[in-house]
């Protein structure tokens, strides 16, 4: 008989992600992994009959997997001025964004108090993106998982060969171990060929990830141009050279030539992508994180939801900054996705769990930490605990998901992490007893 104390974590509605979902069901929390998944009354009765001592902790409403932020800036968290209206597009955007971002920001506190918010509202797990050292600490700081993405832009071609790809390099060295860490070269516009090339070498040789903007602009989407030579054969310099010169490659396809894309990449935004561009990312194992309320303030046209989900594409889901989206909920992302894709003729019935599946193990798989010792995203035996609850009332399965996707902001109730509790509400705490 163990001695070991275990967690049984029960709720009115579990759902595992990658088993369906369970009415009353459980899940078993040795330290930081998960021991059992089920019906509560068959982990209970396992449980006694392994003599394993339990603390019970059940709560009426949905428990979930940890959220997975899959695109965020985490220290652009004191820039919520500049979504405080909405924009003509990318360009207009960055001329609201730019004076506040040059006013100096103590960017290291202002990433602390966003991850704080991303632990408040049931997310486990972030891709964020680093601009400036001293917001490198703050996923490993919160505890979090993901990967701290140290950000490469504005580099051409002769400044990238003498001293930029030193600098980035070391950048990337500098950066804390843990959880994880990766480049992201900016986007195709703002980085001539030769760093679009070179990036990728220097993130494999590593062992590390890629997370590239793409399709936000206007500018990348493909259109139609005169039959003549590959742009490959030009000598052109960079994607806005190519532009210049007339051709309307689109930007999918451009970093896809440079070696860019892959299933150690993943891409945020995807606004401007046609069925092409839709089948590269596909083809190359490349996760998409969709983005939308950010994509309304700067004024960008809505994502293809529905074409993603019809087409099978793999998909997860991203606050990006308050510097544009209202929150960093990411409950509110998946309400809003919830309306563009029925807007765009998506009907299924299995909208709210696919979408609430990008959420979670999406997000997990587009940063590759749903594999190994440490795996999140889903709710399994030997998985992390990394567990959200949510404060929604349950009925059927069906119309409690839907209901969960369409709650929005303000309904995370409790946010474990490695088998830690590390958020409550109030309501939570006083009906089950377990406070942060």
Request: proline residues 6%.
């Amino acid at each position: 008989m163990t001695t070991f104390p275990v967690t049984l974590y029960s709720a009115a509605l579990v759902l595992p992600v990658t088993a369906p979902p369970i009415l009353d069901g459980a899940i078993a929390v040795r330290g930081e992994k998960i021991l059992h998944v089920g019906e509560r009354a068959w982990v209970e009765r396992s449980l006694a009959e392994r003599g394993v001592p339990v603390n019970h902790v059940h709560w009426d409403g949905v428990l979930t997997p940890g959220l997975v932020n899959a695109h965020t800036h985490l220290q652009y968290t004191g820039m919520a001025e500049v979504a405080q209206r909405t924009y003509q597009g990318f360009e207009d955007w960055i001329t609201g964004f730019n004076p506040v971002y040059q006013r100096g920001h103590d960017w290291g506190a202002d990433a602390a108090a966003g991850a704080a918010m991303l632990v408040a509202t049931g997310t486990t797990a972030a891709a964020d993106i680093v601009t400036d050292p001293e917001a490198a600490h703050a996923l490993h700081d919160a505890g979090l998982r993901g990967i701290a993405y140290w950000e490469v832009m504005d580099w051409t071609n002769a400044d990238w060969s003498a001293h930029g790809r030193a600098e980035v390099e070391a950048a990337l060295d500098s950066l804390p171990d843990r959880p994880g860490t990766g480049l992201s070269p900016h986007a195709p516009y703002s980085l001539e060929i030769v760093p679009l090339l070179e990036i990728p070498d220097i993130v494999r040789e590593r062992g590390r990830r890629i997370h590239i903007h793409l399709g936000e602009s206007g500018i990348e989407r493909e259109f139609a141009h005169e039959p003549r030579e590959p742009w490959q054969t030009q000598g052109l310099g960079g994607f806005v050279e190519l532009r210049q010169a007339g051709f309307g490659t689109s930007a999918t396809d451009y970093v896809d030539h440079l070696g860019v894309l892959g299933p150690d990449c993943h891409v945020a935004h995807g606004v401007y992508m046609s069925e092409r561009d839709r089948a590269i990312l596909r083809a190359r194992g490349t996760t998409v994180a969709l983005c939308p309320r950010s994509n309304h303030i700067i004024g960008l046209d809505n994502p293809p939801v529905a074409a993603y989900l019809r087409e099978g594409s793999p998909i997860a889901v991203g606050t990006d900054s308050l510097s544009s989206s209202p929150s960093l909920d990411l409950m509110g992302e998946v309400k809003e996705l919830m309306r563009i894709a029925r807007a765009q003729g998506y009907s299924g019935d299995d909208l709210a769990e696919r979408l609430l599946t990008a959420a979670t193990l999406g997000g997990a798989h587009a940063m590759g930490i749903d594999e190994g010792p440490h795996r999140t995203g889903y709710l399994a035996v030997g998985a992390r605990a990394d567990l959200a609850f949510f404060d929604v009332p349950v009925t059927t399965i069906t119309e409690t998901l839907t209901t969960l996707a369409e709650a929005g902001d303000g309904h995370a109730a409790a946010t474990i992490m490695g088998g830690r509790v590390r958020h409550t509400s109030a309501r939570f705490a006083e009906q089950t007893g377990a406070a942060a």
